[in-house]
């Protein structure tokens, strides 16, 4: 009687970054018998001084590399860096400039999240095997045969969720994706890299912005768009000039620091006007819009809005879940109308939706109104 032969088991390429949840990733998948090749990505180059820094909290650069590759020599399994710089700066660095430029506030790591890991990441994997590719975010991924679609939920842990930056994957990326660390809790993992002997189970969080390692974005971004920091004026909201800036890209809505103008209440920036070069403020109650426009909208739980849909809208990253109404609007966009209004939509940060701990979808703010 003829044996059968076993099937060997899928290969996973796990995106390495030096950092405890991507390596902690790499162990629990080789732990339970997948075939892992780990991946770094090399995004940008960080100054050797600042890369030397015992403080670096990034997760960019030749410390990175080292780190994961030390990680990868303790678990056994090959490693390959893989070279994205020239794809970073044209879809990340320059966007993030760009949208400065335009007077709003970019967030790189969707960017990144869209065009480099899920992107070129998948297809780097590929070409060296791998079947699917893991990450070290704090989501999840399901199945749902009822609408026959992928679903990205929250991670488990609260505190570190990590599905407002990943609501732009697609449905052939999230089917190509695992996410090993989402189902615990941030103090677990910590646990799981001491217990695996990791050589980086006791390194810090990597900042939110890795290229910009001190997060002085206005040193940044003075020598690559100039145009944003020629001063201009400060106005109220009703056009009366009432202070002098050094520059829009030293300014975000909700911000109250850097006008240096005397008032008889706290003033914060209400709006940038990058056309006239304006910065508008005003007092906090003017900062509450209770609704925005959001466009280059994803969706994930559905193919298309078809009708208005009550969801939980995040407009930023730490912001706290408000219920809103999302519409459908012509061109991938979407209206969404708060139940309450909420403190300084920003155009540029993205806009999530929620039903419970499902990722509805989402899109970029491009305006807010009352």
């Not at 320059?94 to 070129?120: H, S």
């Not at 006239?276 to 280059?296: H, P």
Request: proline share 5%; with cysteine.
């Amino acid at each position: 009687m003829e044996r059968k032969t076993k099937k060997p088991a899928p290969t996973i390429a796990v995106a390495m970054s030096g950092g405890v949840d991507s390596s902690v990733a790499a162990a629990l998948l080789k732990e339970k018998g997948f075939e892992v090749i780990g991946i770094t990505m090399n995004l940008f180059s960080l100054p050797k001084e600042v890369c030397a820094s015992e403080n670096l909290k990034s997760c960019c650069g030749w410390r990175a590399q080292e780190d994961a590759h030390r990680v990868a020599v303790a678990l056994g399994i090959p490693h390959f860096v893989a070279d994205f710089r020239k794809e970073f700066e044209r879809h990340v660095i320059a966007d993030f400039c760009r949208e400065y430029g335009r007077g709003r506030t970019p967030n790189p790591c969707l960017r990144c999240n869209q065009f480099i890991k899920f992107d070129l990441l998948i297809e780097r994997a590929g070409r060296l095997g791998a079947e699917r590719i893991a990450t070290g975010h704090y989501a999840r991924i399901s199945y749902s045969r009822i609408s026959g679609r992928f679903l990205l939920k929250k991670g488990r842990d609260p505190e570190k969720d990590q599905s407002y930056f990943l609501y732009p994957l697609t449905q052939d990326q999230l089917s190509r994706t695992l996410f090993p660390v989402g189902d615990f809790h941030k103090k677990d993992i910590r646990a799981m890299a001491a217990k695996f002997r990791l050589p980086v189970a006791q390194k810090p969080e990597s900042q939110e912005i890795c290229f910009v390692p001190d997060q002085n974005y206005a040193l940044f971004l003075k020598d690559r768009c100039p145009g944003a920091f020629r001063p201009g004026p400060i106005v109220d909201l009703d056009g009366r000039v009432i202070g002098e800036h050094s520059g829009i890209a030293h300014f975000t809505v909700g911000q109250r620091r850097g006008m240096k103008i005397a008032a008889s209440q706290p003033l914060y920036v209400i709006a940038v006007d990058a056309g006239k070069n304006t910065i508008v403020a005003g007092k906090n109650e003017d900062l509450f819009q209770s609704r925005l426009e959001a466009a280059d909208v994803n969706w994930i739980a559905l193919e298309k809005l078809m009708e208005p849909q009550t969801v939980k809208a995040k407009i930023r990253y730490k912001h706290k879940e408000a219920r809103a109404v999302i519409s459908p609007l012509d061109s991938n966009k979407v209206l969404v109308e708060f139940d309450r209004p909420q403190r300084a939509v920003a155009p540029g940060q993205a806009v999530v939706f929620y039903d419970k701990d499902i990722v509805v979808g989402g899109g970029i703010i491009e305006k807010a109104g009352r």
